[in-house]
Antibody, heavy 120, light 108 residues
Framework: QVQLQESGPRLVKPSETLSLTCTVS????????WSWIRQSPGKGLEWIGY???????NYNPTLRSRVTISVDMSKNHFSLSLSSVTAADTAIYYC??????????????WGQGTLVTVSS | EIVLTQSPGTLSLSPGERATLSCRAS???????LAWYQQKPAQAPRLLIY???SRATGIPDRFSGSESGTDFTLTISRLEPEDFAVYYC?????????FGQGTKVEIK
């Protein structure tokens, strides 16, 4: 069965860029849509955005100016970049899969999540 | 964006009891595009229900979902010890996709 694993720095300084990668194993990136979701005590679960297997993206308007999601089909992984971070970006970051197409937007499966702390 | 409001915040019940969790949308959710997830401590959310009432693969039939207009309900017919957790609803009918704030089902 497909499994997702987040990786990247756990500590990021304020004003710098948070970068995470989600590696997909047991299945192909092709044919699905891939999301980043974060969870913080103050804001609960927040969808950050997704990228389709063909590279199209859709971002949450609240984060759009700072977010980039990209995909590397050859490595079977996709990545998140969040710029100009502040303490408010401290959260557990999850990657997750959706089936492709409108109306298929539930998330299953999820990665285990990685806590990223923004602090100097 | 569609705001999802879950109630109650906490539900205190005993094993074997029935749990009824509510998720109210601030506007119509297109084509019943609503999912429910279960989250246990230090774990990622797990999909239970999609399309408002379809159980995900491997989910026991004690979990069921229903809808009435902008009100969605997750029912656990008889609580098992492993069902005590936090439950979230999520809509995917419009962008941005949004989640409710969660309902904690705790042991009474």
């Amino acid at each position: 069965q497909v499994q997702l694993q987040e990786s990247g720095p756990r500590l990021v300084k304020p004003s710098e860029t948070l970068s995470l990668t989600c590696t997909v194993s047991g299945g192909s990136i092709n044919g699905y849509w891939w999301s980043w979701i974060r969870q913080s005590p103050g804001k609960g679960l927040e969808w950050i955005g997704y990228i389709t297997h063909s590279g199209n993206t859709n971002y949450n308007p609240t984060l759009r100016s700072r977010v980039t999601i990209s995909v590397d089909m050859s490595k079977n992984h996709f990545s998140l970049s969040l710029s100009s971070v502040t303490a408010a970006d401290t959260a557990i970051y999850y990657c997750a899969r959706s089936n492709s197409g409108y109306g298929q937007g539930w998330f299953d499966p999820w990665g285990q999540g990685t806590l990223v702390t923004v602090s100097s | 964006e569609i705001v999802l409001t879950q109630s109650p915040g906490t539900l205190s019940l005993s094993p074997g009891e029935r749990a009824t969790l509510s998720c109210r949308a601030s506007q119509s959710v297109t084509s019943s595009y609503l999912a429910w997830y279960q989250q246990k401590p230090a774990q990622a959310p797990r999909l239970l229900i999609y399309g408002a009432s379809s159980r995900a693969t491997g989910i026991p039939d004690r979990f069921s979902g229903s809808e009435s207009g902008t009100d969605f309900t997750l029912t656990i017919s008889r609580l098992e010890p492993e069902d005590f957790a936090v439950y979230y609803c999520q809509q995917y009918g419009s962008s941005p996709r949004t989640f409710g704030q969660g309902t904690k089902v705790e042991i009474k």
